[in-house]
T-cell receptor, first 112, second 117 residues
Framework: KNQVEQSPQSLIILEGKNCTLQCNYTVSPFSNLRWYKQDTGRGPVSLTIMTFSENTKSNRRYTATLDADTKQSSLHITASQLSDSASYICVVSESSASKIIFGSGTRLSIRP | GAVVSQHPSWVICKSGTSVKIECRSLDFQATTMFWYRQFPKQSLMLMATSNEGSKATYEQGVEKDKFLINHASLTLSTLTVTSAHPEDSSFYIC?????????????FGPGTRLLVL
């Protein structure tokens, strides 16, 4: 069964600190993996898109990694800001059926 | 960049009434759009895939007669919640696939919050 699991479920860190969110998946055949940020009451916004051949991709203070062998991805946030408080969702696309599978998300709270 | 809009952004209705939610791709065409429902502190749950010019494909457990989907054009899909009940209160989000940096990605609408009294 295709699944996407994220950890931790929730995380609280102080402003300015770094953090890493994890995403493990069992989706096969794999097409791509995306990280989204969803503010409360808003639709998700894409942060990064990674295909099978990409190991690392950065977008400002966000750095995503992908290990296609172990089927793991991480999202590292550097020098966190209060505006980073949101849910971060890992989404994996299955190429054969054009299906997308959502992780349950990590709720990140940044404290001043 | 690609933008997806939804209307209305929030709606309050009486139990038993029907509510229509619109999803538009503003600067690109989408032959397929997706409708999701999200309950508080939970992830998005795919409800159905809207196909322009043909019937929508519903996920298991989603009643097609209750959640009517119409993909009227390449830029518009509508979701109608018929005979809404309080348990239908949720956050409804649509998305449309587009191209970003030559890779397909999903562009999400801002969501519609439905409250059924």
């Amino acid at each position: 069964k295709n699944q996407v699991e994220q950890s931790p479920q929730s995380l609280i860190i102080l402003e300015g600190k770094n953090c890493t969110l994890q995403c493990n998946y069992t989706v096969s055949p794999f097409s791509n993996l995306r990280w989204y940020k969803q503010d409360t009451g808003r639709g998700p916004v894409s942060l990064t898109i990674m295909t099978f051949s990409e190991n690392t991709k950065s977008n400002r203070r966000y750095t995503a990694t992908l290990d296609a062998d172990t089927k793991q991805s991480s999202l590292h946030i550097t020098a966190s800001q209060l505006s980073d408080s949101a849910s971060y969702i890992c989404v994996v696309s299955e190429s054969s059926a054009s299906k997308i599978i959502f992780g349950s998300g990590t709720r990140l709270s940044i404290r001043p | 960049g690609a933008v997806v809009s939804q209307h209305p952004s929030w709606v309050i209705c009486k139990s038993g009434t029907s509510v229509k939610i619109e999803c538009r791709s503003l600067d690109f065409q989408a032959t397929t759009m997706f409708w999701y429902r999200q309950f508080p502190k939970q992830s998005l749950m795919l409800m159905a895939t809207s196909n322009e010019g043909s019937k929508a494909t519903y996920e298991q457990g989603v009643e097609k007669d209750k959640f009517l989907i119409n993909h009227a054009s390449l830029t518009l899909s509508t979701l109608t919640v018929t005979s809404a009940h309080p348990e239908d209160s949720s956050f409804y989000i649509c998305s449309a696939p587009g191209q970003k940096l030559k890779q397909e990605t999903q562009y999400f609408g801002p969501g519609t919050r439905l409250l059924v009294l």
